[in-house]
Each structure stands twice: as structure tokens, then as C-alpha cells.
């Protein structure tokens, strides 16, 4: 596989990452306020059972490959770039494990349900996440566009 070819499955898998993140951010997430109480836990158990398949495995993949471009990468691509980029990844990670993962988990063990302030405060900030996702993306578009004028 060649450096252009790495690169280029590496941006359409990071757009494929911000369809997913986009889908949460204005759809999945509000539509969860949407259902009632004693339904939300069952709809909560079938979303959780999808993400390994169309989210964790990409996600995964995504930053396996920024860190990969760091050492495989087409010449034109600057290392500034590719830092930039995993750094966005990285911290959208972090963050994640340390603040929206909690909040997912209790909200998982909420009653409350669609009423629950766990989920309102994920609705508040997931835009944080969101734009991170779309940040590395854009930064993978931006040196891809150097590299193909």
C-alpha cells in the first residue's frame, strides 16, 4: 500500500467517523429526550449493542491510522499536521473516557430516563466531542488538498 493510498482510506474513514459523530450529536442523543421513561433504558441497551460494529471499531481504526500517519505519509503531508490531528483524536478520547463516558454510564442507571441531568449535560457539551471529531477530519482534508493541488 502506498503512502497516498494509507492517507486517502485514513480521511474517508475520519468522514465516515464525523457521519457517525454528526448522527449523535443532532439525532441520536435528542432524540433520546424524546422517549418516554420506562422506554429509555430498552432503547439505550439496543443502541449500546450496535456501537462496537459502527462505532467503536472505526474509532479504533481511526486512531490506529493517526499514529500510523505519523511515520507513513506522503511526503507533501507536514508532521505539524499530522500531530495537530492526533491531538484532536487524542484528546476527543480522553475526554471521553474521563467525562462522557461516566456520564453515559450513570445515566445507564438513571430512572429518570429521558428526564435524567446526566443526559442533559451530555446534550450541553457533546458539541465539545463532536467538534473535535470534525476538527481532525478537516485537518486530514486540509493536507490532503497540499498534497493534491
Same mark, same amino acid.
Request: no cysteine; hydrophobic share 55%; glycine share 4%.
Given at each position: 500500500?502506498t &503512502?497516498?493510498?494509507?492517507?486517502?482510506?485514513?480521511?474517508a474513514?475520519?468522514?465516515?467517523? /464525523?457521519?457517525?459523530?454528526?448522527? =449523535? $450529536?443532532? +439525532?441520536i442523543? !435528542?432524540?433520546w @429526550?424524546l422517549? +418516554?421513561r420506562?422506554d429509555f =433504558?430498552?432503547?439505550?441497551? %439496543?443502541?449500546? #449493542?450496535?456501537?462496537?460494529y459502527?462505532?467503536? /471499531?472505526p474509532?479504533g *481504526?481511526?486512531l490506529a491510522?493517526?499514529?500510523? *500517519?505519523?511515520w507513513? =505519509?506522503? @511526503?507533501d503531508? &507536514?508532521?505539524?499536521?499530522l500531530?495537530?490531528a492526533?491531538w484532536?483524536?487524542? /484528546? @476527543?478520547h480522553?475526554?471521553?473516557a474521563?467525562?462522557?463516558?461516566p456520564?453515559?454510564a450513570? *445515566?445507564s !442507571? +438513571? $430512572? #429518570?430516563?429521558s428526564l435524567?441531568?446526566?443526559?442533559?449535560k451530555?446534550?450541553?457539551?457533546?458539541?465539545? #466531542?463532536? @467538534?473535535?471529531?470534525? %476538527?481532525?477530519?478537516?485537518?486530514? *482534508?486540509?493536507a %490532503?488538498m !497540499?498534497v493534491? #493541488?
Amino acid at each position: 500500500m502506498t &503512502p497516498s493510498t494509507f492517507f486517502l482510506l485514513n480521511l474517508a474513514l475520519a468522514f465516515y467517523n /464525523v457521519g457517525t459523530i454528526w448522527a =449523535h $450529536e443532532i +439525532d441520536i442523543f !435528542r432524540t433520546w @429526550a424524546l422517549v +418516554d421513561r420506562h422506554d429509555f =433504558h430498552r432503547i439505550q441497551v %439496543a443502541h449500546w #449493542r450496535k456501537l462496537p460494529y459502527w462505532v467503536f /471499531v472505526p474509532v479504533g *481504526l481511526g486512531l490506529a491510522g493517526s499514529i500510523g *500517519l505519523l511515520w507513513y =505519509h506522503p @511526503a507533501d503531508v &507536514p508532521n505539524t499536521m499530522l500531530w495537530a490531528a492526533l491531538w484532536t483524536q487524542l /484528546v @476527543a478520547h480522553i475526554s471521553t473516557a474521563v467525562f462522557w463516558g461516566p456520564l453515559q454510564a450513570k *445515566l445507564s !442507571r +438513571d $430512572e #429518570r430516563g429521558s428526564l435524567s441531568p446526566y443526559l442533559a449535560k451530555i446534550l450541553s457539551t457533546h458539541w465539545i #466531542r463532536t @467538534a473535535l471529531i470534525s %476538527a481532525y477530519a478537516l485537518i486530514l *482534508l486540509a493536507a %490532503a488538498m !497540499r498534497v493534491w #493541488r
